[in-house]
């Protein structure tokens, strides 16, 4: 027969095993939120003369140059492609235009991934 103490213990045990669960859960909810909440662009300015693509490589159509100076809403970034250089996407463009990251002062936290997975 369990006595009275023992009983104390388990309950104080299994109060703290779903507290932790509680705040792993959380967490892990938060983190999700964080994601699904990334902005849709980034405000980003130029440090030199910007050529804009119509694909993530320089070999494809260029449809003009913005000039040093100029803040891009750049609305995902991607190292897919030919070069593996990362290329920024211009937000709600069309047709979609993309502009070479090197063009931009150097950046810690690279716009989200344009291809996740």
Request: include cysteine; aromatic fraction near 8%.
């Amino acid at each position: 027969m369990a006595t009275p103490q023992s009983a104390l213990t388990k309950t104080a045990v299994l109060g703290a095993a779903l507290a932790l669960a509680g705040l792993t859960a959380t967490s892990a909810e938060a983190q999700g939120a964080t994601a699904a909440a990334a902005p849709a662009f980034v405000n980003l300015t130029t440090a030199e003369s910007s050529p804009i693509y119509a694909q993530p490589t320089s070999s494809s159509t260029r449809y003009r140059t913005e000039p040093r100076g100029t803040t891009l809403r750049i609305q995902c970034s991607t190292t897919k492609t030919p070069s593996g250089e990362r290329w920024f996407r211009i937000y709600d463009s069309k047709p979609t235009s993309w502009v070479w990251s090197g063009h931009f002062p150097s950046q810690v936290h690279p716009p989200k991934e344009c291809f996740p997975g």
